[in-house]
């Protein structure tokens, strides 16, 4: 038994085997190719081929360079509980942990409770460095969970349900009783979104910069906080529902339902985009992998099953309540429900998630909401008495991206970021089920005529509008009645025509269509000299 | 000849009677016309024998009784028949006076050409042929020998030679016939080969024509015997040894044609130059397959500063010249290279110039600032008395220049004449332009102050023109009557101010005395004398006194009041703090109603869009309605109210300007703020039963869910306690549909979802419409009742059916009974997708497949980014891309080179230095860069 916490470089420095490297490197860069090039020996043009040859190579130079290059910039491996013998990993207790563990790690696990200010709710921000917490009676506390500094602490009087930070630290949206508000870190109240109505559940989708929430009536909102704009607004029809996660690969939002459905959504379309049956009962909690592709949910008729997105199909049903889920960066699942917390993980590699670690909260404290803090091994659980922090070897990732997100970040570099990722937003379109699709062809689109109603409504209202032009007083005798109705009679006639031989074309193409099938299908070549005598008799 | 043939004709009377019809009608025809005939036959050649035979298919006899005819008719008969068919071009040619053949075709005449003759013999035996039907080669024989005979003893008896020949053929070809039993026809082919037959004599022989065989024996003249007569004169052994030379020497061909000489010579400048050209192809096709070509990368193209472009400059034209001659003027430059002060020399002004030019600077300055300082003056002065004296002093200086010049004053009436009849033409000013109908349909109360003013202002230029004056005598008086306008106009737009009004009215008062105390002058002259135009004055006088009478009682009881009440206004002003609603409303005190009326009406308006603004201040709200009801009954009280009305107490004072029709909208605001009490009051009462009903709620909630269930009970009463000090807030209890879905959530879930997707299938792909029958349609009614629909209705629906399930199973969602993917185009997305293929892909998946790899410098290495982004071509500005030379390329090397440049790409300091090196410097085409 122990934990093992790689934070070193593990690389035994073993005389060089040329040939190991090698295929180390090319798994390794496999993954840099990002899939298969296109099979060029089919390709009919010489120019294509080559130059598509050229391209692939110089694909597979960098995926090549960007394999040797990972050794440095992903220095750090992760790590995991490892049972010996007859020990199980799920048995093992937080007490065990602590003792193994460094000072800095065992600092992370602690009990916060504030009996009086209800059940929390908690969310970190991207970089794991700072966590608002949210106490359903009003308290919010951002805490710098480095230093566990308490940033700022306010009291809103009010009901809070849920808590999200935007973009940065900076700010936060709360769900209100009333309506979302955003503040800044200060505490300072800078917006009340009257239009999202009575929030349930808050969501950031950090690079679109999109508040999306799901009010008391089941509408959806989309609101777009650097311009405010409000940038989509459904009514969901499937009711009340506190159940929302948004999909951290494609930035779909999906929807838990009372009727056991899933719901996902877009900003740019007011129709789910997909919605699938996952539970008999109704949907209690929604999670998804970081990589987009799979999805855990929860049923109240005790059932988590984990979903594969690419398929839609269920990988796994696993026994179960769940009040809450989360995944964590290394795609650990943790089950919140009642005072127990469950982590789930995927040991094997396979999909086949089982039984990794749990942890027995204090008898009577109801879990509300549970998240892994990123970068660190650390769950955090928002419950009924205040908040928990928790060690779960093996579900960050050990390796940051300061391009990404920065647990050092300095304030300089905060602004540039928050700059950087401005000028990256993405327009609120570009969320859809498959990403990697922009860019390519459009998918070929149904040809929706006219119908002959709707052209004929056409040709009435042009009509109409030219019917309604007044003439010019004229002179010298053209203002005669008999030549004004002859020109109103023309201007008609002008209007129509159009509309007409566009009519007629389409009948005669129609017509050709039919008699080259009507001709197919006569006779065999050595009759068709007769054809014709048939068809005049 | 044609004696014979005539002999023949008269033997078969029968048979020919028709031909010779056309024969002999030709025969009239003068011999001009009888020449192009001929020429036109031997042009004809073959195709002319053509026509014959078809002619042939005619009445004639019958094989048997043509062989008991016998021999001599046959082929006198033939003969007249090539006869007859030298002519049949005219054959509808119907005179029938015989005439002797003509002198050249009977060839007495030596004068005439034989050649005709000759050329059409050869003919006439082929169509005899036809009839006779077999020759062989002795035919061909005979024919020379014709030819032969021809050529010693003439033409008559050549012909009767070739009649003995012919008559042996017959007998030949019956022979022929009589032992095959094969038809003559069989035989005919044979004579075929005679058609192309050439006699190369062109000429008879004669004595003008020698033939070979005469004059010489072998019939070649040698150059020796030419050259004979030649012995002895001075050039001949020149001659000789030129032409011995020419003997030794192998013939030369004659050269080809031009065409084929040309033809061949490019054939051979294309092998060469295309041996020339594959050359390059290495070189080329290396250029075109590199990923990118660098151009002169090396060359210093040294600084395009400004400072060295003009360093380049040279004077050109006449004037850069002139410049170039001072600038460079060795005075100046020695001045500028050694000290600024000589610069300062050269720059010399005398004293006097300089105190000059500072005196008249200084003055300018002066006058200027005078002439600033006095325009200054003049436009702060507001007094609008004195504008008016400048008017007038202008319009004086005008005038008076008018008088001094009568012509101009004369021209200024004209003008002014016109003005009105132009005005009184058109109406312009009359509200007749489109702008003004349509502010005045829309009504003027509804415009705002300016134009209101716009539209007098227009009627008053209208009464202006058209005012019927002598315009110089009476400008001022018109000048007055315009000041009088501007009152009015004042009046109307700035009526609100009240000590502007009373003023106002002080001066209509005493405008109407003047109007009473002037005494009418009638006129002694013109229409106006006549007495009836005196009477008419008279009444109308007395009419417009009493008018002024009476609105001289108006202006004083007005003026009155006004004052009476700018002392009330005041006391107004002291309670409200200075609100100048007051002032405007009570200036029409005379009739106070309506305004009191508009201003509650106003009150209601905004004390309800405020209530819609915040709902959260229903303390208030009550009272405040109470309030606005004491304000329906008593306007003088509305100051007494709640500091929230104050704004809207001061929109109010504008309104009361615009609003047309108060009464109205005052009903209508009493009724809309009652029935919104009311629903206030719905709500509230709504509000407190829900809040009731949640109290039950927890206990139907499971245990884990309590816990937020008593938060939330909790939270509302806190809430309540922070908003309000009102009755205890209730719980909220979810609806009955709610709960009851709770309960049943698990049941056919699946089935009701079944459901769900069906609907959206059947919306988004929708099901194609039954056939429905109508009588008669598309078959008579009797069929369709016997057989129901026609087949082609059915057919069509099946076929819309089965596109509809094709369409269905070709749905991602097709196998997944839990899952509706929606398959709506995103029309928003649409923008992120490409329309057609890319230029050289023809594939979707290629093309999707290149561009699977990210290439921006966040995704790959720095050190491949180069290449990934390497451009096509990399050049300096400034170069000069110089056209390709040729330079030896091997193709392996090709290869190597392509590799490299692929592998350094971002490295093109390498490729640099190979530039350096000259090898590739500059070579490389842009031409052929595909």
């Not at chain 1, 019917?467 to 004004?484: D, F, P, V």
């Not at chain 1, 002008?494 to 005669?508: A, G």
């Not at chain 2, 009570?586 to 004390?607: A, E, I, L, Q, W």
């Amino acid at each position: 038994m122990g934990a093992k916490e790689d934070d070193g470089i593990h690389e035994n420095i073993l005389p060089p085997i040329e040939q190991e490297i090698s295929d180390e490197l090319n798994a390794k860069a496999k993954k840099y190719l990002r899939g298969e090039g296109a099979d060029l020996k089919a390709l009919q043009d010489k120019k294509l081929k080559g130059q598509l040859a050229v391209r692939e190579e110089i694909y597979g130079k960098s995926a090549k360079a960007a394999a040797k290059i990972e050794k440095w910039l992903l220095p750090s491996e992760g790590g995991y509980l490892e049972a010996e013998g007859i020990e199980k990993t799920w048995r093992i207790r937080q007490e065990s942990i602590a003792r193994e563990v460094d000072i800095l790690s065992s600092r992370n696990q602690y009990d916060i409770v504030v009996p009086e200010l209800g059940p929390y709710t908690l969310d970190f921000t991207l970089s794991g460095r700072f966590m608002a917490a949210a106490g359903r009676k009003g308290h919010l506390a951002v805490v710098d969970m480095k230093n566990m500094n308490l940033v700022k602490e306010i009291q809103v009087r009010e009901t809070v349900r849920d808590v999200v930070f935007l973009h940065n630290e900076h700010f936060f949206a709360t769900a209100q009783k009333k309506y979302p508000y955003i503040y800044n870190r200060e505490g300072t109240e800078l917006h009340c979104l009257k239009e999202h109505g009575a929030v349930l559940r808050l969501q950031f989708l950090r690079n679109h910069f999109l508040l999306a929430s799901i009010n008391k009536f089941g509408q959806l909102h989309y609101q777009d906080v650097t311009m405010g704009e409000m940038v989509g607004n459904f009514r969901t029809g499937f009711g009340r529902t506190d159940v929302m996660q948004v999909n951290p690969y494609n930035g779909v939002v999906a929807l838990g339902h009372s009727g056991g459905t899933v719901t996902m959504w877009k900003p740019t379309t007011s129709a789910p985009l997909v919605k699938m049956l996952c539970h008999p009962g109704p949907v209690s909690a929604l999670a998804f992998h970081p990589n987009g592709h799979l999805m855990a949910t929860s049923g109240k008729e005790k059932k988590i099953k984990i979903w594969d997105l690419r398929k839609f199909e269920v990988l796994q049903s696993i026994p179960g309540n769940a009040k809450c889920l989360d995944f964590s960066q290394k795609g650990l699942l943790a089950v919140g429900n009642g005072s127990f917390v469950q982590i789930l993980g995927d040991l094997s590699g396979s999909e086949n998630y089982s039984r990794y670690m749990g942890h027995p909260m204090a008898k009577g404290y109801q879990i509300g909401k549970v998240q892994f803090r990123p970068y660190e091994d650390v769950l955090g659980i928002g419950h009924s008495t205040g908040w928990s922090s928790i060690l779960i070897p093996g579900s960050g990732e050990p390796n940051f991206d300061s391009w990404v997100a920065n647990p050092f970040e300095t304030t300089k570099q905060r602004r540039e970021k928050e700059v950087r990722s401005l000028l990256d937003k993405l327009p609120p379109e570009t969320i859809m089920l498959n990403p990697s699709k922009i860019g390519s062809v459009r998918p070929a689109r149904k040809k929706e005529k006219p119908t002959k109603q709707e052209r004929e409504a056409d040709m009435e209202a042009a009509i109409e509008d030219v019917k309604g032009i007044a003439m010019k007083k004229k002179t010298k005798g053209r203002n005669k009645s008999s030549k004004l109705t002859k020109k109103k009679q023309e201007r008609v006639a002008k209007t129509k025509r159009p509309f007409l031989e566009q009519q007629l074309k389409e009948d005669q193409a129609a017509g050709k269509k039919r008699q080259k099938l009507n001709e197919q299908v006569e006779l065999p070549s050595s009759l068709q000299r007769f054809a014709r005598k048939k068809t005049t008799t | 000849m044609a004696g014979k043939m005539r002999k023949a004709a008269d033997f078969t009377p029968v048979m020919y009677g028709k031909k010779r019809k056309a024969a002999d009608s030709t025969k009239d025809r003068s011999k001009s016309n009888k020449k192009p005939n001929k020429r036109n036959k031997i042009l004809c050649g073959g195709g002319g024998s053509d026509d014959k035979r078809k002619r042939k298919t005619g009445p004639r006899l019958p094989a048997p009784l043509r062989k008991v005819l016998g021999g001599t008719k046959r082929s006198t008969d033939s003969l007249n028949d090539s006869d007859e068919n030298i002519s049949s071009d005219e054959a509808n040619d119907f005179y029938e006076y015989e005439e002797p053949l003509p002198q050249e075709e009977s060839g007495k005449n030596r004068r005439f050409d034989v050649v005709k003759n000759y050329l059409l013999d050869p003919s006439d035996p082929v169509e005899e042929d036809e009839n006779v039907s077999s020759e062989d080669d002795d035919n061909k024989d005979d024919y020379d020998g014709v030819s032969k005979i021809e050529k010693s003893h003439g033409w008559r008896e050549s012909s009767e030679q070739l009649i003995d020949e012919f008559e042996d053929d017959e007998r030949h070809l019956r022979m022929l016939q009589t032992v095959s039993g094969m038809p003559s026809e069989a035989f005919e082919g044979k004579k075929k080969k005679k058609k192309n037959l050439v006699i190369s004599e062109a000429y008879p022989e004669s004595e003008f024509n020698p033939s070979r065989d005469v004059l010489n024996g072998n019939g070649q003249i040698s150059i020796e015997e030419l050259l004979e007569p030649l012995q002895g004169k001075p050039g001949y052994t020149e001659i000789r040894k030129l032409i011995r030379e020419d003997k030794n020497s192998t013939s030369i061909q004659a050269p080809l044609p031009r065409v084929e000489r040309e033809m061949l010579e490019r054939k051979a400048v294309y092998e060469q130059s295309k041996k020339d050209i594959t050359k390059w192809e290495p070189l080329v096709k290396m250029n075109r397959e590199a990923p990118s070509l660098f151009f002169d990368e090396d060359t210093n193209l040294g600084f395009s500063t400004v400072g060295a472009i003009a360093s380049g400059f040279e004077p050109r034209t006449e004037f850069e010249k002139k410049m170039a001659l001072l600038v460079n003027d060795d005075k100046v430059k020695e001045a500028h290279n050694e000290d600024g002060s000589k610069l300062l020399e050269l720059n010399k002004i005398s004293a006097e110039e300089y105190l000059e030019d500072r005196n008249h600077i200084a003055k300018m300055r002066s006058l200027l600032f005078r002439h600033e300082m006095k325009s200054k003056r003049i436009k702060k002065i507001k007094s609008k008395t004195y504008h008016r004296l400048l008017k007038k002093d202008r319009l004086k200086s005008v005038s008076a220049e008018m008088l001094m010049d009568p012509e101009a004053a004369k021209e200024e009436a004209r003008k002014q004449e016109f003005k009105r009849a132009e005005e009184r033409m058109t109406l312009k000013h009359k509200n007749s332009s489109k702008w003004a109908k349509r502010i005045l349909q829309r009504g003027l109360e509804a415009q705002d102050e300016g134009t209101r003013a716009a539209i007098n202002e227009q009627l008053h230029q209208h009464a202006l023109l058209t005012r019927k004056m002598n315009t110089m005598k009476d400008s001022s008086s018109s000048s007055g009557s315009d000041d009088s306008d501007e009152d009015d106009v004042d009046e109307n737009s700035a009526g609100s101010d009240p000590d502007e009004a009373s003023k106002l009215f002080a001066k209509a008062k005493e405008k109407t005395l003047k109007v009473l105390q002037e005494d009418d002058e009638v006129p002694t002259s013109g229409v106006l004398s006549l007495p009836f135009m005196v009477r008419g004055l008279k009444k109308r006088k007395e009419e417009a006194v009493e008018e002024a009478k009476l609105a001289l009682q108006e202006y004083e009881s007005s003026l009155k009041e006004l004052q009476d009440t700018g002392g009330e206004e005041n006391a107004n002003v002291g309670i409200t703090s200075g609100r100048r609603v007051f002032g405007a409303a009570k200036r029409d005190v005379p009739k106070p109603k309506p305004s009191n009326k508009m201003k509650t009406d106003n009150y209601y308006r905004n004390s309800d869009s405020e209530d819609d603004l915040d709902e959260n201040i229903d303390v208030g709200n009550g009272m405040k309605n109470d309030l606005q009801k004491d304000v329906n009954v008593d306007s003088g009280f509305l100051n007494e109210d709640a500091e929230v009305r104050r704004d809207s107490v001061f929109k109010s004072f504008d309104d009361v300007v615009r609003d047309p029709g108060p009464k109205t909208s005052y009903d209508v605001a009493i009724f809309a703020s009652g029935t919104w009490k009311k629903m206030k009051k719905g709500k509230r009462v709504n509000a407190n039963i829900k809040k009731s009903t949640v109290v039950g709620k927890p206990v139907l909630q499971n245990q884990e869910e309590l816990s937020e269930e008593s938060d939330t009970d909790s939270e509302g009463q806190m809430v309540d306690e922070i908003l309000s000090a009102g009755p205890k807030p209730l719980y909220e209890l979810p609806s009955q549909e709610e709960l009851v879905r709770l309960a049943f959530a698990g049941d056919d879930v699946e089935e009701d979802f079944g459901k769900v997707k069906q609907e959206i299938l059947n919306e988004e792909i929708p099901e194609p419409e039954k056939p429905n029958l109508l009588p008669g349609w598309g078959q008579w009614t009797s069929v369709q009742r016997k057989k129901g629909l026609p087949s082609w209705m059915l057919e069509e629906h099946e076929i819309a059916k089965r596109k509809r399930e094709e369409a269905l199973k070709k749905r991602k969602d097709a196998h997944l009974k839990h899952v509706i993917i929606s398959e709506k185009m995103d029309k928003k997305a649409e923008k992120l997708h490409t329309k057609t293929l890319p230029y050289p892909f023809t594939s979707k998946e290629v093309f999707e497949q290149s561009i699977r790899v990210p290439v921006g410098p966040e995704f790959n290495p720095s050190t491949s980014i180069g290449a990934m982004n390497q451009p096509d071509v990399v050049k300096k500005s400034g170069i000069i891309i110089k056209p390709i030379k040729f330079e030896e390329v091997n193709a392996h090397e090709k290869t190597e080179e392509h590799r490299e440049q692929k592998r350094s790409g971002n490295n093109q300091k390498t490729n640099k230095r190979k530039g350096a090196g000259g090898k590739r410097a500059g070579v490389r085409p842009v031409v052929v860069k595909s």
